[in-house]
């Protein structure tokens, strides 16, 4: 059992309110991860979980213990940094002994785990290395080495795949999640990268200026968004959010742009109905555009004019502005689509998003 | 197999509880005010004692031996009116002045000279710096060799080259001795000058010169315009160090001339050497070595200002 | 690097330079043809013809003999290499632990203890000279290389504090996060991981602290009084001087082997040595 719990986190420097009333329960065997824009407080929560830095108040319990006033090297973690922090005067194996020494685990026993650790990472000819020597993919390794030959309690990652370059980030992502299936140590990962997020996370916190947005399953993320913040966050390309208006028209209810009205689906109505009237923001995600086959009801298509196409092999992604709105479409690669041409697009009316324009929360 | 071994030793290490430790150390306070207890200790001791205990010697009337009476500022103005006292002020200053435009100077060339690529490069470098390396003392009495108004390889030359008929008594006639004293100074210290302003060129990149070149300046406007500007906060450091030095220096011109001929040469630190130790009046000589005291302050703090002015430009 | 024609490379930088070297290292010339030149040749007048100024056809060791046999310059050298090594190793002690407080740990008057240090290391000895003289003696310390071992450190801790600190400050806060977090308390994090990372920076303070207390004057000219006490440079200026007497051979040969153990530390860390210097002006 390991257990984290944060309650009425906050954190202040000087003048800057960093964390504010973080409130979550990381669960046993939970791989949980923290993302978000750089200064949004998630590596702050981290480090405080760590012992890295101060509780201004509120508490931190792991396994039911509160751990605010712990040194960190009495809490049974391990953390893996950005830069790897490997220690560049000892070897790989000392570095990943280092932590055994500490604790006067017997030369036996350090021995085996580093061996074991060694073997599950693959890094085993590495061993007598001196951090200097390693390649950028190597390093990871041994800091990931470092963390699992003490079988901590929980794990703490600080944006570990951030250094890598493209192909090997990815490649690590689907190595770190195959070890926390293996090992199913309690993990924290904090990441800016939504991607990671979404691949690696059991749930996912999104955290802006502090303030936690939404904790969930990634998809509840992606297809429930709390408001627009995370709606914007989550999903790549980014969703598309049109000013409109909500105007009642015959007994309907219209969301009315400035070249263009398109018919909430009924299920929505009835939410909606209270904000007649007012300026909302509509959110449709590029993969839930397309062009119209002419067979789609006119409630739910407009025209747009196509002012960039980026080609991507298997799709397609189409700048478009409808009337002054811009927005992007993602559509199958077998559309011919010429800058300046006009489209009649389609929306999937299911996983229309709407925010109210002044709190940003869903509606 | 592996997994299953690392779940197992997982639960035994449950029962691995840290040992009790120094908790005091954990709080950065602590620890800090333990790391700094030794340093804060020898210089309270050595310095700020010494300090307060100098003020206090300055205002009584302390010999060697003989614990004196409080006498007020009676010291400082016996100081005033000592025209020794005057003319070991005024060379302090003149002295402290040349050689500090003249190091700049030098300095400066010789890093320019020493910014270019060429073979050898880290043997001149390290060749070059031995003059600041060697024991002040000893470097000055090879110079005071070479200035023996009899035995003077400098005469030798200056006579060889035509340009004096008669022996020069380098170190025999006042306004010669001083300049004797600062070309030794400015010999010691272009090395210091040139080794830091050549480091501080190194943080420039070649590429602004480039730019300012294919820009259309010349090399000494892109000197004056690129290089001068971005070297300015290293030079102000490097200047208020050697300025400090040069203002409280003592072996030079101990070794030199002993203030000599007829104390023409004094500063502040061989007079006070001279009255405080060589006549054992310990008062005064504590006296005439805090009377430069304002002076440093002020140096630094005009320094320091000006310092932070360029940097946060 | 933008180069022009043939000529102006002589006139703008070889004469320049070779000019620089000259006059640069003339002087240890100089010291070293006199330590090997008999008397006879060596009070020549310059204007007599027989000068010769630049050559020797008749070497003699007899001005280093005479520094063994008849002086004891032997005593001075070990003091003033024992002194240098125990007042660095005490500066360097204090400044490490101290460089290391100031640049990574969070307490009140940090900011005001590092300017406090700044402003030590500003202060030169000859401000201060007389009022330690009169407390070296109440302590009894008088006439001993224990008043040269604890007053150096005085100049060189400041020095070898700032130097540390802006070291430390360059290695990755991270280092020591994950050691704590290895299992280390603050302590071991320091003592395991940062200093034997900062090893470089250590040897740097170190062989300028070495060589700042081998020229070091004052202090050991005011302390110290018996001959066989007294460290290089100040055993020099008073026991190879008689009155107005110079014996210019003995002074010249024990200014060049005076300098010698300062020469061939700093040639063998050289890199070292620059880093310790410039690193000293940086702010």
């Given at each position: 059992m390991a257990q984290v719990v944060i309650r009425n986190l906050n954190k202040k420097f000087d003048e800057v309110h960093a964390v504010k009333d973080v409130n979550l329960q990381i669960n046993d065997k939970e791989f949980m991860v923290f993302v978000g824009p750089s200064g949004c407080g998630k590596t702050t929560t981290l480090r405080m979980v760590a012992g890295l830095e101060s509780i201004t108040s509120g508490e931190v319990l792991i396994n039911d213990t509160v751990v605010n006033e712990l040194p960190p090297m009495d809490r049974d973690i391990a953390m893996v940094f950005q830069n790897y922090a490997l220690y560049p005067h000892m070897s790989v194996y000392d570095n990943m002994a280092?932590?055994?020494?500490?604790?006067?685990?017997?030369?036996?026993?350090?021995?085996?785990?580093?061996?074991?650790?060694?073997?599950?990472?693959?890094?085993?000819?590495?061993?007598?290395r001196k951090p200097r020597q390693l390649s950028g993919g190597q390093r990871q390794r041994v800091a990931l080495g470092r963390a699992i030959v003490r079988h901590p309690q929980v794990f703490l990652f600080d944006e570990p795949l951030s250094n890598l370059d493209a192909k090997l980030r990815v490649q690590?992502?689907?190595?770190?999640?195959?070890?926390?299936?293996?090992?199913?140590?309690?993990?924290?990962?904090?990441?800016?990268?939504?991607?990671?997020?979404?691949?690696?996370?059991?749930?996912?916190?999104?955290?802006?200026?502090?303030?936690?947005?939404?904790?969930?399953?990634?998809?509840?993320?992606?297809?429930?968004?709390?408001?627009?913040?995370?709606?914007?966050?989550?999903?790549?390309?980014?969703?598309?959010?049109?000013?409109?208006?909500?105007?009642?028209?015959?007994?309907?209810?219209?969301?009315?742009?400035?070249?263009?009205?398109?018919?909430?689906?009924?299920?929505?109505?009835?939410?909606?109905?209270?904000?007649?009237?007012?300026?909302?923001?509509?959110?449709?995600?590029?993969?839930?555009?397309?062009v119209t086959n002419g067979a789609d009801p006119a409630d739910h298509t407009f025209e747009a004019t196509v002012e960039v196409t980026e080609q991507l092999g298997s799709e397609i992604l189409l700048d478009l502005t409808a009337g002054p709105a811009p927005m992007v479409a993602s559509v199958e690669p077998t559309v011919t689509a010429k800058v300046g041409d006009r489209l009649r697009l389609a929306f999937n009316p299911d996983r229309l998003h709407v925010f109210d324009s002044q709190t940003e929360a869903s509606i | 197999m592996a997994i299953a071994t690392i779940g197992a030793a997982a639960r035994q290490n449950r029962q691995r509880n840290p040992r009790p430790r120094n908790r005091l150390l954990e709080d950065e306070r602590w620890l800090a005010f333990t790391l700094l207890m030794p340093t804060a200790i020898l210089l309270g001791l050595f310095i700020a004692y010494p300090f307060f205990k100098g003020v206090m010697l300055s205002l009584s009337s302390s010999r060697v031996g003989i614990e004196g009476d409080f006498v007020g500022l009676a010291n400082f103005a016996k100081i005033w009116n000592d025209s020794i006292f005057r003319t070991a002020v005024w060379n302090t200053f003149w002295y402290t002045a040349v050689t500090t435009v003249f190091k700049l100077g030098f300095g400066l060339w010789l890093a320019l000279l020493l910014n270019r690529h060429f073979k050898g490069k880290a043997y001149i470098r390290a060749a070059i710096l031995l003059p600041f390396i060697i024991p002040t003392v000893l470097s000055t009495f090879a110079w005071k060799w070479m200035f023996d108004p009899t035995f003077s390889v400098i005469n030798w030359a200056l006579f060889k080259v035509?340009?004096?008929?008669?022996?020069?008594?380098?170190?025999?006639?006042?306004?010669?001795?001083m300049a004797s004293i600062i070309v030794v100074n400015v010999w010691r210290?272009?090395?210091?000058?040139?080794?830091?302003?050549?480091?501080?060129?190194?943080?420039?990149?070649?590429?602004?010169?480039?730019?300012?070149?294919?820009?259309?300046?010349?090399?000494?406007?892109?000197?004056?315009?690129?290089?001068?500007?971005?070297?300015?906060?290293?030079?102000?450091?490097?200047?208020?160090?050697?300025?400090?030095?040069?203002?409280?220096?003592?072996?030079?011109?101990?070794?030199?001339?002993?203030?000599?001929?007829?104390?023409a040469t004094h500063l502040f630190a061989t007079y006070a050497y001279q009255i405080g130790i060589g006549t054992g009046l310990l008062s005064e000589g504590a006296a005439i070595s805090l009377a430069m005291f304002p002076f440093l302050l002020l140096i630094v703090v005009v320094q320091l200002l000006y310092i932070r002015r360029v940097e946060t430009r | 690097m933008i180069e022009g024609a043939a000529w102006r490379r002589w006139v703008f930088f070889y004469i320049p330079l070779t000019l620089f070297v000259f006059v640069l290292l003339f002087p240890f010339y100089w010291m070293l043809i006199t330590t090997f030149r008999p008397d006879g040749e060596l009070y020549q007048p310059w204007n007599s013809p027989r000068y010769q100024p630049f050559w020797t056809s008749n070497p003699t060791l007899d001005h280093i003999k005479y520094l063994f046999a008849e002086t004891l310059f032997?005593?001075?050298?070990?003091?003033?290499?024992?002194?240098?090594?125990?007042?660095?190793?005490?500066?360097?002690?204090?400044?490490?632990?101290?460089?290391?407080?100031?640049?990574?740990?969070?307490?009140?008057?940090?900011?005001?203890?590092?300017?406090?240090?700044?402003?030590?290391?500003?202060?030169?000895?000859?401000?201060?000279?007389?009022?330690?003289?009169?407390?070296?003696?109440?302590f009894?310390?008088?006439?001993?290389?224990?008043?040269?071992?604890?007053?150096?450190?005085?100049?060189?801790?400041?020095?070898?504090?700032?130097?540390?600190?802006?070291?430390?400050?360059?290695?990755?806060?991270?280092?020591?996060?994950?050691?704590?977090?290895?299992?280390?308390?603050?302590?071991?994090?320091?003592?395991?991981?940062?200093?034997?990372?900062?090893?470089?920076?250590?040897?740097?303070?170190?062989?300028?602290?070495?060589?700042?207390?081998?020229?070091?004057?004052?202090?050991?000219?005011?302390?110290?009084?018996?001959?066989?006490?007294?460290?290089?440079?100040?055993?020099?200026?008073?026991?190879?001087?008689?009155?107005?007497?110079?014996?210019?051979?003995?002074?010249m040969a024990a200014a060049l082997l005076g300098s010698i153990p300062v020469a061939m530390v700093y040639s063998f860390f050289v890199e070292h040595y620059v880093a310790g210097l410039t690193g000293s002006v940086k702010g």
């Open positions: 280092f932590g055994l020494k500490m604790r006067k685990f017997d030369k036996a026993e350090i021995a085996q785990r580093v061996q074991e650790a060694a073997d599950i990472l693959d890094i085993g000819p590495l061993l007598k690590m992502r689907v190595e770190l999640k195959k070890l926390h299936n293996r090992l199913g140590t309690t993990a924290i990962y904090v990441t800016h990268d939504q991607v990671e997020a979404m691949t690696l996370g059991d749930r996912v916190v999104v955290m802006k200026d502090g303030l936690v947005q939404q904790v969930g399953a990634p998809l509840e993320l992606y297809n429930r968004p709390a408001n627009r913040f995370v709606a914007g966050f989550i999903g790549s390309p980014a969703m598309n959010f049109l000013p409109v208006t909500l105007a009642d028209t015959d007994g309907s209810l219209w969301a009315v742009g400035p070249e263009f009205r398109v018919k909430p689906p009924a299920a929505m109505a009835g939410r909606l109905r209270g904000h007649t009237g007012k300026a909302v923001l509509l959110g449709i995600r590029p993969e839930d555009l397309r | 035509g340009l004096i008929s008669a022996r020069i008594n380098w170190l025999g006639d006042p306004d010669l001795a210290a272009v090395p210091f000058f040139a080794i830091s302003l050549l480091a501080g060129l190194q943080t420039i990149s070649p590429e602004l010169q480039e730019a300012a070149a294919i820009d259309g300046a010349r090399p000494w406007q892109r000197f004056w315009y690129v290089t001068w500007p971005l070297l300015l906060p290293v030079t102000m450091v490097v200047v208020l160090f050697s300025v400090i030095q040069t203002f409280a220096d003592f072996q030079l011109v101990y070794v030199m001339t002993g203030g000599g001929p007829a104390n | 032997s005593a001075w050298l070990w003091n003033t290499m024992f002194i240098a090594t125990i007042s660095t190793a005490i500066s360097l002690f204090c400044g490490v632990l101290a460089g290391y407080a100031l640049s990574r740990l969070n307490f009140p008057f940090a900011g005001s203890l590092g300017t406090g240090i700044f402003v030590t290391y500003l202060v030169p000895q000859t401000l201060l000279f007389i009022p330690l003289a009169d407390i070296i003696r109440n009894k310390l008088g006439d001993t290389p224990w008043s040269l071992v604890l007053t150096y450190p005085t100049f060189l801790i400041p020095f070898c504090t700032w130097l540390m600190m802006g070291y430390f400050k360059s290695v990755p806060k991270e280092l020591e996060e994950c050691a704590r977090i290895d299992g280390a308390s603050r302590l071991q994090a320091m003592l395991y991981i940062i200093i034997p990372v900062a090893v470089p920076g250590i040897l740097s303070a170190g062989i300028f602290a070495f060589t700042l207390s081998w020229n070091e004057f004052i202090y050991a000219l005011v302390f110290l009084s018996s001959p066989e006490q007294k460290t290089v440079p100040v055993g020099v200026t008073s026991e190879l001087i008689r009155g107005d007497v110079f014996f210019w051979g003995p002074l």
